[in-house]
């Protein structure tokens, strides 16, 4: 995928630089710095103590001048927090996995097999894709209720690839196209059967697609609100999202230390995955929308 | 040919259906098939279908429902509150998402600019939409503070104000705060993937204009825009989509408050359903969201076929 190779428009280089600064880099700052200070203020109010959190008279509310990490101590030693992390972790990851495989499966059905129908079914589950989960989240729970699923993990594991198996599938088909059919026909008359084919030729040459998916699917999944507000209920099972919102606020008393110490280190762990892997993800976010 | 006609028969019907039926593609396929349709139908189609039954029920959380027909939509619109939330998924849905698509382009076609450090610029503006959108919202609900609102202590010191600003007290500036943070959790996606638009446009075009003497407007109205209305259209759809279902942040920040001013027909659904035990009832309020979202993408797609067909595409 080099689709966001540099290209730029010729001729700017004529440009000289205080025209370029007022017309591009002043913008661009302004912009980075609108996007960037909610973090930046996340951040800050992590490692100040109460005392100047509340006081702007005193101190300057945009500097710290004793950094403490109470609110983080208190986070993690305090409250359940570090199960909310370790259920995130767990309903991700076994998520993700599931719907790589099933995507894959798809996937690879969909545009190499080219079964009867198979057009068909491909479209079917690109619309998958558009049903938004605030419409399925109460018949969800009527279900996952009906099935003894809810307020575990499973039931987060067994219904986020439902958002994540639409988007995976139709990722993987554009990367499977893109491979000679020839590979395939020539290990298909020296013997080799589809699932060798699958393992051992198509899987290794799409491998940045798989990539892409999966590091997609994961932060999606860590994102991911509104079936994990509804299917858990105790608090050990929650995930950090839902347990940040709910049990760091107790009636009117907002620990604001805390819960900004929860989504800064909630944050971190997909921040770190997708700077590694940035470029897998922004193409698989491109190319989504480009197919 | 007769004899080797023979054992080739004797083979064949030996081989037993089994290693038969995985030659056949259209079995293969269907069991490659298998996992992703089996979780897609059991948590995907039928919730759909459920949703619809439910929508018609008076089911209560904990006891099986009747069917009532259209009676929960009758009450609703006689709902003062439910109309209030569809007036406030309208206003959020149109102003985040002009918004979103206005800024979204301008730093679409900044970025691609000759620039230093271009891919960590790429990488630093796309992460609004990477970090968790309730975590990040707990950070502007607490910008939106109403007595340690960083906003009205810089616009107190530098003069513009004199009182704090109320954010999330008064039912318009409600609206307004939590669609500002809605245009800067979605201006990222707009703007990534329209600059991956830009660059699909080839640059000869841009010279060729220039040659022509055309000016900056004249080659953005007539080369960037033509260019780019496939993939805006794809864009804002989903942008669209997802604001007008948007759950997450207002949860986060208001719940829905003050007085219902900000609930959208989500949170409503989420607040009748989930906290009141009125499944059947959310169920519909639920529902009620369908058609516009049907008419948004239809909406896309004739728009898509249309501007196709003005430049003269096959399909």
Redesign the interface.
């Known amino acids: 995928m080099t689709?966001?190779?540099?290209?730029?428009?010729?001729?700017?280089?004529l440009e000289s630089f205080p025209r370029?600064f007022l017309r591009?880099y002043l913008?661009?700052g302004l912009?980075?710095f609108?996007?960037?200070f909610?973090?930046y203020?996340?951040a800050v109010?992590t490692f100040k103590p109460d005392a100047e959190?509340?006081d702007?008279e005193k101190y300057n509310?945009?500097w710290i001048v004793h950094p403490t990490l109470e609110h983080i101590s208190k986070l993690f030693f305090d409250t359940d927090y570090p199960l909310w992390m370790w259920n995130t972790v767990i309903v991700s990851v076994s998520s993700t996995f599931?719907s790589l495989?099933?995507?894959v499966?798809?996937a690879?059905?969909?545009e190499r097999?080219?079964?009867?129908g198979?057009r068909y079914?491909g479209l079917a589950?690109f619309l998958?894709y558009?049903?938004?989960?605030?419409?399925?989240?109460?018949?969800?729970?009527?279900?996952v209720f009906q099935l003894g699923l809810f307020d575990g993990n499973l039931a987060l594991i067994?219904?986020y690839?439902?958002f994540l198996?639409?988007f995976c599938?139709w990722l993987l088909m554009g990367y499977f196209r893109t491979i000679p059919y020839e590979l395939e026909e020539c290990a298909l008359i020296d013997g080799a059967?589809?699932l060798q084919i699958l393992l051992k030729i198509t899987l290794p040459l799409s491998l940045p697609g798989v990539i892409s998916a999966g590091i997609f699917a994961f932060?999606l999944s860590?994102?991911e609100?509104?079936y994990a507000?509804?299917f858990i209920s105790s608090s050990e099972n929650k995930t950090?999202?839902?347990g940040?919102?709910t049990e760091l606020v107790n009636g009117d008393v907002y620990h604001?230390g805390a819960?900004?110490a929860?989504?800064?280190t909630?944050?971190v762990p997909?921040?770190i995955l997708?700077?590694f892997f940035?470029?897998y993800?922004?193409s698989a976010?491109?190319g989504a929308?480009?197919e | 040919m007769a004899v080797i006609a023979e054992p080739v028969a004797a083979q064949l019907k030996r081989a037993s259906l089994w290693t038969r039926a995985?030659e056949s593609?259209?079995f293969?396929?269907?069991m490659?098939?298998?996992?992703?349709?089996a979780?897609?139908i059991?948590?995907?189609?039928?919730?759909?279908a459920?949703?619809f039954w439910?929508g018609m029920t008076d089911?209560k959380i904990g006891g099986a429902g009747r069917y009532i027909g259209f009676q929960n939509f009758v009450s609703l619109s006689k709902d003062s509150v439910f109309w209030l939330s569809v007036f406030n998924t309208i206003f959020y849905t149109v102003f985040a998402s002009i918004v979103k698509f206005a800024?979204g382009l301008?730093?679409a076609l900044?970025?691609?600019?000759?620039?230093p450090f271009?891919?960590m610029?790429?990488?630093?503006?796309?992460?609004?939409f990477?970090?968790?959108?309730?975590?990040?919202a707990?950070?502007?609900?607490?910008?939106y503070?109403s007595q340690?609102s960083?906003i009205s202590?810089v616009l107190i010191k530098a003069g513009l104000i004199t009182r704090y600003i109320d954010f999330l007290g008064d039912p318009w500036n409600a609206r307004w705060s939590v669609v500002a943070a809605n245009i800067?959790r979605g201006?990222?996606?707009v703007a990534?993937?329209l600059?991956?638009?830009l660059?699909?446009i080839s640059?000869s075009l841009?010279?060729a204009a220039?040659l022509d003497g055309a000016t900056n407007m004249q080659r953005f109205r007539h080369i960037t825009l033509p260019m780019l209305s496939p993939?805006i259209a794809?864009?804002m759809t989903?942008s669209v989509?997802?604001t007008f279902?948007?759950?997450?942040l207002i949860?986060?920040i208001t719940r829905g408050g003050p007085i219902n001013a900000t609930h959208l027909m989500?949170t409503l659904?989420?607040q009748r359903?989930?906290t009141g035990g009125n499944?059947g009832e959310?169920?519909a309020i639920?529902?009620a969201?369908?058609p516009f979202?049907v008419a948004a993408?239809l909406l896309s797609f004739f728009g898509l076929q249309r501007s196709r067909w003005q430049q003269g595409g096959r399909d």
Not at chain 2, 42 to 48: D, M, N, S
Not at chain 2, 130 to 136: E, H
């Open positions: 689709t966001m190779d540099d290209q730029s428009v010729g001729m700017d280089y370029k591009v913008p661009l912009i980075i609108f996007l960037l909610p973090f203020w996340m109010a959190m509340y702007y509310p945009f599931i495989f099933a995507s499966c798809a690879y059905a969909i097999l080219r079964y009867k198979s079914v589950i998958g558009l049903v938004p989960p605030s419409i399925l989240f109460i018949p969800l729970a009527a279900i067994l219904t690839p439902t198996i639409p599938t059967t589809r932060t860590w994102n609100f509104i507000l509804t950090i999202p839902v940040a919102i604001w819960l900004m929860a989504a800064l909630g944050s997909v921040v997708y700077s940035v470029e993800y922004v976010m491109t929308v480009k | 995985f593609r259209n293969l396929g269907a490659f098939m298998v996992p992703a349709i979780i897609l059991l948590f995907l189609a039928y919730p759909l459920l949703g439910l089911t800024i301008y730093l900044l970025l691609n600019e000759r620039l271009k891919s610029i790429r990488a630093i503006v796309l992460l609004p990477v970090v968790p959108t309730v975590l990040s707990i950070a502007f609900w607490w910008i503070d340690f960083i202590w800067w201006v990222p996606f990534i993937t600059l991956a638009g660059q699909t640059p841009y010279e220039n993939i794809v864009v989903f989509l997802m279902t948007d759950f997450q949860y986060t989500a659904s989420f359903a989930i499944l959310g169920a639920s529902n969201m369908i979202l993408i």
